[in-house]
């Protein structure tokens, strides 16, 4: 059965670092997704991602912030200057057709911890 | 941001009885609803969903069931099973409008009890 892969699924940076999580979403699906889930918190919605551009995105999507799909599988996030908030658990999602009543199928993680 | 609530953070149910997990909504634009079920160190993994014309959707063990009026849905497991034991997250969307997010509940820690 088609998966979301998710590279690595643990990353430990220092502050202030730049990091990019990686996703392979699956192969047919046009419509990516990016959710973080705070410990304890809620999962929430960062940014979704269609044609190559931004779609829509949330408050938390801030100029720190980037995705890109530099190839015809990757999709990656990038945080530019990490902050100790941005300690969480990063999902990605895909579906192959947002304008009907699909679900996202989601990856299984990567562990960010910022220290 | 409490558009979609889980209002219970656990719940303990014997093995072979029926699971109730409850979700409420605030927003009227919401008009599909998804359950996800997430393992520890795992992703979320689909389950079911059910768009706003329907009342109930059935999946072998799983229904889920939308109050309109009430803003209300719930997810019915029966019989439960050990392997039911995780954590089972609400999430709401408001694909007419083209929203693309979906929001989600806290979720509900579901153990079954052998």
């Known amino acids: 059965e088609p998966e979301v892969t998710q590279t690595p699924s643990h990353q430990v940076t220092q502050m202030g670092q730049e990091v990019i999580l990686r996703c392979v979403p699956i192969?047919?699906?046009?419509?990516f997704y990016w959710y973080r889930q705070i410990l304890g918190q809620k999962v929430e919605f960062l940014v979704s991602f269609y044609n190559n551009e931004i779609s829509e995105k949330s408050e938390i999507f801030d100029d720190q912030f980037s995705v890109e799909r530099p190839d015809g599988s990757n999709f990656t996030l990038k945080i530019r200057s990490t902050k100790l908030e941005d300690s969480a658990m990063y999902f990605c999602?895909?579906?192959?057709?947002?304008?009907?009543?699909?679900?996202?199928?989601f990856g299984p993680g990567t562990r960010l911890t910022v220290l | 941001d409490q558009q979609v609530k889980q209002n219970s953070p656990s719940l303990s149910v014997q093995e072979g009885r029926i699971s109730i997990l409850n979700c409420d909504y605030t927003?009227?634009?919401?008009?599909?609803f998804l359950w996800y079920k997430k393992y520890p160190a795992e992703g979320p993994t689909f389950l079911i969903s059910?768009?706003?014309?329907?009342d109930k959707n059935e999946d072998g063990r799983f229904t889920v069931f939308l109050n309109k009026s009430a803003k209300h849905l719930s997810l019915h497991i029966v019989p439960s099973q050990p392997g039911d034991s995780a954590v089972y997250f609400c999430?709401?969307?408001?694909?007419?409008?083209?929203?693309?997010?979906?929001?989600f509940g806290q979720g509900t820690r579901l153990t079954i009890n052998p």
């Open positions: 059910i768009s706003s014309i329907k």
């Open positions: 927003n009227s634009m919401f008009d599909y």
């Open positions: 999602a895909s579906t192959s057709d947002r304008s009907s009543y699909n679900e996202q199928f």
């Open positions: 999430a709401a969307s408001d694909v007419a409008q083209g929203a693309q997010k979906l929001v």
């Open positions: 192969s047919n699906h046009l419509y």
